[in-house]
């Protein structure tokens, strides 16, 4: 799911931009959702702040209000560096100021040159991405925390700690699961490979089932892999 946040004070450009985005994501199998806004406002902070889907912002700068496109720009930075962010406004001199004032910003568009053609091109681009924003999310009265999928490697249970583990890239993280209830929470690209461990199919170069054990994109070689399991991994 791609969730497309417009936001312009001026319906005529509202609609001229809604129209590129249908026009784009027909021609794609993704599934997409178009939030229009004409100013800063709570609903828009609470679609900024929820980062469980992949997000294009369409900013104008100039909105006549409290709030600019770059107030906007930055208060996104706050809450979510993967969506993206495209400009477009009848102001091309503020192409500097906003590259100097806010991080990863995917294009400056203005309004009145080329607009759709520019507009349609950069959302091809960013679509074929297929960026990858799944998380594990896990809270209880002490931990509050989101993992991306694709960080994760494997998942085992821990006897001697008698608690889960969840390996990244670059760390691991202990919580109160058994296997059966975080293999619910997550998605097809991990399968389980022994009754004590989960793996991130995507991330294993090698699975030896004979010699029980997998080897990661990183060279870790993991003493969990069982032939039971064999017929999981597709």
């Known amino acids: 799911m791609v969730k497309f946040i417009v936001v312009d004070d001026n319906s005529e450009f509202q609609n001229i931009i809604c129209k590129v985005i249908d026009n784009t994501m027909f021609k794609t199998e993704e599934e997409y959702y178009i939030e229009k806004y004409n100013k800063y406002c709570c609903d828009l902070h609470k679609a900024i702040v929820d980062c469980s889907t992949q997000k294009i912002y369409i900013l104008d700068i100039d909105l006549g209000h409290l709030h600019s496109g770059l107030d906007i720009a930055k208060e996104i ?23 100097r004032n806010i991080f990863k910003v995917f294009d400056f568009i203005e309004k009145f040159i080329s607009l759709e053609e520019r507009l349609a091109k950069d959302l091809k681009i960013i679509v074929s991405q297929k960026a990858d924003y799944g998380k594990f999310y896990y809270c209880n009265n002490k931990t ?73 994109d990183n060279g870790e070689k993991v003493d969990l892999c069982s032939k039971n399991f064999k017929e999981n991994i597709s």
Do not use: P
Request: aromatic share 16%; with cysteine; hydrophobic share 35%.
């Open 144 to 216: 509050d925390m989101q993992i991306y999928y694709k960080d994760i490697t494997y998942i085992y249970r821990d006897t001697a700690e008698r608690k889960l583990v969840i390996k990244t890239t670059n760390n691991k993280f202990l919580l109160n699961k058994s296997i059966l209830e975080i293999s619910k929470e997550l998605d097809n690209r991990f399968k389980q490979v022994h009754r004590a461990c989960i793996v991130n199919k995507d991330r294993v170069n090698i699975f030896n089932w004979s010699k029980g054990y997998f080897i990661l």
């Open 77 to 99: 930075r706050k809450y979510d560096w993967d969506g993206e962010i495209i400009f477009i406004t009848s102001h091309d001199k503020m192409f500097e100021t906003v590259y």
